[in-house]
């Protein structure tokens, strides 16, 4: 289908999206843009959909008020020159669940209780996060979505709106699982520190930066030899990797799956909240976020992405995110604490992190 022609049928079905769901979604390196429109189906798990076309959006593992959805596919087309596209009949759907916001003192406070507890009960990480308001003049949820595309690259970028559950949109990094043509790629994503356009060879990381992507990296191994015996076919890194405005650690998978779906769905249950958004152990770092954290996470560190087109399923983990409300945006941010972690190194660490949506707003 032409550019002009796919242009035309999508502002016709935004104009009439009070029932549907809309997506739009950019994969990393692509210089295309995909939308997606349907009716956003509830599901109970990622593993009931691997047979099917669409795009999933679901929750964090320990999400008290969001629903899993699974926007099963009406309409869907590439766009490829959209810059300069204006759409300004999309009903995007509202939400009216204030987030709790996290205050610089009140984070301090759960991040030296966190610290503390992980002390006494030994535990190697934990991911604390919060909750941070911008307020917003005329907000645009596509031209935002635009912005986010141009500044970086080498990210998944998306929006997406669904009636009653409101409008999100994100740039984030990490791959939770790509399976193209029986062989699957994921990542262990951890580290942070700000990208000064330093050549990437000779960026240097400290103790507990390397420590953090360690336990990522040990957890999805061991995953991956436990789910898929013998089937490991590459092993890369850690290396350091920009996302534009950070410098991550990473290291990267590739196994083959021998097209074994449910062996895929077990994976993804067992991964899916990685430790480099709860910790690890996984159940014990989970209660204290639980205990500490006064936000639900919502969609954030939930998962998404596009499922079985071209027979191509590739879901991401849901960082760098926000949602939008009326005069305002919520951005969520975290950041993985150890033992040996310092609570205001952590806080700007967070707002580092929140330089990745400041920049287009």
């Known amino acids: 289908m032409s550019n002009s022609l796919a242009t035309k049928i999508l502002q016709q079905l935004c104009e009439d999206n009070s029932r549907n769901s809309l997506v739009f979604y950019r994969l990393p390196y692509q210089k295309k843009i995909n939308y997606l429109i349907g009716e956003a189906r509830k599901i109970g798990s990622i593993g009931e959909v691997l047979n099917e076309t ?12 969001c629903t899993p959805y699974f926007i099963v596919v009406a309409s869907e087309d590439v766009l490829e020159h959209y810059e300069k596209l204006d759409l300004p009949n999309i009903a995007w759907a509202a939400n009216s669940k204030d987030p709790a916001v996290t205050s610089h003192s009140h984070y301090l406070q759960q991040a030296k209780s966190m610290i503390d507890e992980m002390k006494v009960h030994k535990l190697e990480k934990v991911i604390l996060s919060r909750v941070k308001k911008q307020e917003t003049v005329s907000f645009n949820p596509w031209e935002t979505f635009k912005k986010l595309c141009t ?3 080498s990210v998944m970028v998306y929006c997406v ?7 999100w949109l994100g740039a984030t990094p990490e791959t939770l699982i790509k399976v193209d043509n029986g062989i699957a790629q994921t990542e262990a994503l951890a580290g942070t520190q700000a990208d000064n ?12 930066e390397q420590e953090e992507q360690q336990i990522v990296a040990d957890n999805i191994k061991g995953l991956i030899g436990s789910y898929f015996p013998n089937a490991l076919l590459e092993t890369e890194g850690p290396k350091t990797v920009s996302t534009g405005v950070l410098l991550h650690l990473i290291t990267r998978f590739k196994w083959h799956t021998q097209y074994n779906n449910a062996a895929i769905e077990s994976f993804i249950k067992a991964l899916h909240p ?5 910790g690890q152990p996984r159940e014990a770092a989970l209660k204290l976020i639980s205990n500490l954290e006064t936000h639900d996470r919502a969609y954030y560190t ?28 919520a951005l969520y ?11 205001d190194a952590e806080w700007l660490e967070t707002e580092l992190k929140a330089k990745t949506l400041l920049s287009v707003l």
């Open 302 to 329: 939930g998962l998404l992405g596009p499922v079985n087109p071209n027979k191509v399923t590739h879901l991401f983990v849901n960082l760098r995110c926000m949602q939008a409300f009326d005069g305002y945006v």
């Open 161 to 167: 709106t669904i009636p009653g559950e409101g409008t």
């Open 197 to 208: 356009g330093m050549p990437l060879e000779k960026i240097e990381w400290g103790t507990k």
């Open 54 to 65: 669409g795009f999933a959006f679901v929750p964090a593992s320990n999400s008290k008020g």
């Open 151 to 153: 500044k970086y690259p």
């Open 274 to 278: 990685t430790p480099a958004i709860v």
């Open 333 to 343: 941010l975290g950041g993985g604490l150890t033992a040996n972690s310092n609570p």
